[in-house]
């Protein structure tokens, strides 16, 4: 990857990848991560969810932290056992679910609700099968090092 992708360009011109176990028809973009060797430890995800979609309720130990670029969706969080509280997803707002709360997101609007979300890289699939070969072809060359001396 050059510097300058590295440092600059279009959202929309970066790879989709395949996030339907997410919801149908969810259109996902690794912006930073360890991918691109600016970010090891997190990755910075761009989401479009269409319109009358949403990512069914879900928990994880990670928080994620969001900003919102176009639309008008809600984010439900179980702060509370049994009691969901919406978080407005508005073009400009920012959100975090903290690690550990059941959380779900709704677009009911007839646009579609596009996004910014950072989680660690453990968090995301994809960030975390790239970062995973990374260090073991790191070790491998480190191997083959020490037996050449």
Known sequence: MSEKAKNYGSIYDLPL??????????????????????WKDYVMRHFILPPHRGIPAHVHDW????????????????EEPGKR???????????????????EYKNDADIPLEFFCIVPT??????K????????A??????????ER
């Not at 928080?63 to 179980?78: A, I, K, P, Q, W």
């Not at 453990?122 to 960030?127: E, N, T």
């Not at 790191?138 to 037996?147: L, P, T």
């Open 17 to 38: 990848q395949n996030a339907s176990a997410l919801a149908p028809e969810i259109e996902k973009r690794t912006v930073y991560g360890p991918e691109g060797g600016v």
């Open 63 to 78: 928080d994620h932290l969001m900003f919102t670029l176009s639309g008008d969706g809600v984010v439900e969080v179980e």
């Open 85 to 103: 509280t919406p978080y407005l997803m508005k073009t400009g707002y920012w959100t975090r679910v903290p690690g550990g709360l059941v959380h």
């Open 122 to 127: 453990c968090g995301d699939p994809h960030a």
């Open 129 to 136: 099968k790239y970062a995973m070969r990374a260090e073991r």
């Open 138 to 147: 790191a070790r491998k060359e480190a191997h083959e090092e020490q037996e």
